[in-house]
């Protein structure tokens, strides 16, 4: 299984990184590592992923608890009830999630 990121940098605001593929054990520290090397603000974009298991739900877990990142899952994403059951906190697109960071 594997993954792909696709950093976007923010002209007046934060980086958008778009993920796409699959996050599991095997590679979920690989991810997590990944995604702490980028510097600043990140609103991460995870419509894109077709699959994502507990050791990628505790990946983002770390991640929200040690940097400024905001996560999206759109509404018709395979992602989506799972994230609400676990209490995952996310937005449904970027533009909504960049705004809090406009404030």
Excluded at 9 to 26: C, F, H, L, M, N
Excluded at 41 to 69: E, I, N
Excluded at 76 to 81: N, T
Aim: proline share 7%; charged share 20%.
């Amino acid at each position: 299984m594997a993954y792909t990121l696709h950093i976007e940098p923010g002209t007046a605001g934060p980086v958008t990184v778009r993920v796409a593929g699959e996050i599991d054990v095997v590679n979920a520290g690989e991810f997590e590592t990944e995604v702490k090397a980028i510097s600043g603000p990140l609103v991460l974009d995870l419509g894109g992923l077709d699959y994502l298991d507990s050791a990628g739900f505790a990946a983002l877990d770390a991640l929200l608890s040690r940097r400024d990142l905001t996560v999206v899952i759109p509404p018709a994403s395979k992602l989506r009830k799972v994230a609400s059951l676990v209490g995952l906190p996310h937005y449904d697109d970027v533009a909504a999630a960049g705004a809090p960071h406009r404030e």
